[in-house]
T-cell receptor, first 115, second 110 residues
Framework: DVKVTQSSRYLVKRTGEKVFLECVQD?????MFWYRQDPGLGLRLIYF???????EKGDIPEGYSVSREKKERFSLILESASTNQTSMYLC??????????????FGPGTRLTVL | EDQVTQSPEALRLQEGESSSLNCSYT??????LFWYRQDPGKGPEFLFT???AGEEKEKERLKATLTKKESFLHITAPKPEDSATYLC???????????FGSGTRLLVRP
């Protein structure tokens, strides 16, 4: 079974802090994704990566950056956290762009609160 | 614009009362329609992929079907443990991304 893990289930940070959210997958997947999920807005894609050191902006990249130095690990960085970044953050991975069935498998999520 | 719309937003059923959830899509060159289950405070759990119109997939009390314009998730004789939010998502041709619907919150009462 695919396993996607996230470094924290709950996180509380202060406005202006730099925040790192870590995600690791154990199935040698090429693609990795970061989403945020908010009530009434659904899942929104922040960034994704289709290879090591490669990244592409999703629908809401402002205020975030990402890092993918190893295939299994994808980090989301909030350079200066703000209260409007309080949300549930979800990491996902999928096999590869060309795979016929390219299901995304999700981690358990990190509930981030910025005070 | 590529879009995935789910209905109803919320559904309450009595245990054993079968029903269906709808997912309509306008996604260019659909290359997969995905169903997920999400429990409160947790990440979405993958259920099914449907690839072409007419395809059906089953898992326990759940059956997913696909037409050229929509997908249905049929729940037969549901139990309280089926209570969750069900998400559908479409993948466009040659894209990494999934377009998610806003979900249907299902509550099954004993």
């Amino acid at each position: 079974d695919v396993k996607v893990t996230q470094s924290s289930r709950y996180l509380v940070k202060r406005t202006g802090e730099k925040v790192f959210l870590e995600c690791v997958q154990d199935m040698d997947h090429e693609n990795m994704f970061w989403y945020r999920q908010d009530p009434g807005l659904g899942l929104r894609l922040i960034y994704f990566s289709y290879d090591v050191k490669m990244k592409e902006k999703g629908d809401i990249p402002e205020g975030y950056s990402v890092s993918r130095e190893k295939k299994e690990r994808f980090s989301l960085i909030l350079e200066s956290a703000s209260t409007n970044q309080t949300s549930m953050y979800l990491c996902a991975s999928s096999l590869s762009r060309d795979a016929p069935y390219n299901e995304q498998f999700f981690g358990p999520g990190t509930r981030l609160t910025v005070l | 614009e590529d879009q995935v719309t789910q209905s109803p937003e919320a559904l309450r059923l009595q245990e054993g009362e079968s029903s269906s959830l709808n997912c309509s899509y306008t996604v260019s060159g659909l290359r997969g329609l995905f169903w997920y289950r999400q429990d409160p405070g947790k990440g979405p759990e993958f259920l099914f992929t449907l690839y072409s119109a007419g395809e059906e997939k089953e898992k326990e009390r759940l059956k997913a079907t696909l037409t050229k314009k929509e997908s249905f998730l049929h729940i037969t004789a549901p139990k309280p443990e089926d209570s969750a939010t069900y998400l559908c998502a479409g993948r466009m041709d040659s894209s990494y991304k999934l377009i998610f619907g806003s979900g249907t919150r299902l509550l099954v009462r004993p």
